[in-house]
């Protein structure tokens, strides 16, 4: 795996905030499930499918290769990076490179799935860029953020809050480029530009 690159010297950043398809689910029978082209796809799996949005690519994000691919890119060509994903997609990620935490996202309302146990948390992989990773003159960021779920009709919207939390875990500081690597509802560019007015 390629080493985190290293631009300490440089005031700012390269970051991605990434959020793409949910990595597939391994069922009990032993085969993959997919999530991407039943919720992103062009065709329906089930008359009770309404994919949200519609993702030319959806078929590769059903191979748990294509995840790992992402992370890798990631590493190449980011400064620090999040990755938004399921409790049972953290797999598909793992070994995680030195240095990244996995946050929770606690939705106070989530929708149900087809399992007994009903999720109501997200987790996101973040790795900050290397020299803002310590708290010292930075103050601390919570590994778990409380907030509800948009009602956009969106499978995987983030709120506003989210995108604030992980640039927050990420060190954004003015001047840094933020790349939304899966633009989906918007509503992340959206709230990474108003972050930016803030700043």
Known sequence: ???????????????ALADPPYPPRLCTKGYLRPRASRWYGDTFVATS????????????WDDPATHRALLE?????????????????????????AGARIMAWFKKVAQ????????????????????RRDNRGRGCVPDVLIATAPRVGFIGAKPPE??????D?????????????????GAVSAAIAQTRLAV
């Open 1 to 15: 795996m390629a080493q985190p690159l290293d631009r300490s010297a440089a005031t700012a950043r390269r970051l």
């Open 49 to 60: 499918d309404r994919p949200a949005d519609v993702h030319p690519d959806a078929v590769e």
């Open 73 to 97: 890119r990631l590493m190449d060509e980011y400064d620090g990076w999040a990755i938004a994903t399921v409790p049972d997609g953290l797999e598909a990620y793992a070994p995680l490179p």
């Open 112 to 131: 149900p799935g087809g399992h007994r146990i009903h999720s109501l948390w997200e987790p996101v992989i973040v790795l900050p860029p290397v020299g």
């Open 162 to 167: 989210w995108v604030a939390w992980v640039l």
């Open 169 to 185: 875990a990420l060190g954004y500081e003015e001047g840094d480029e933020v790349d939304d690597l899966f633009p989906g509802s």
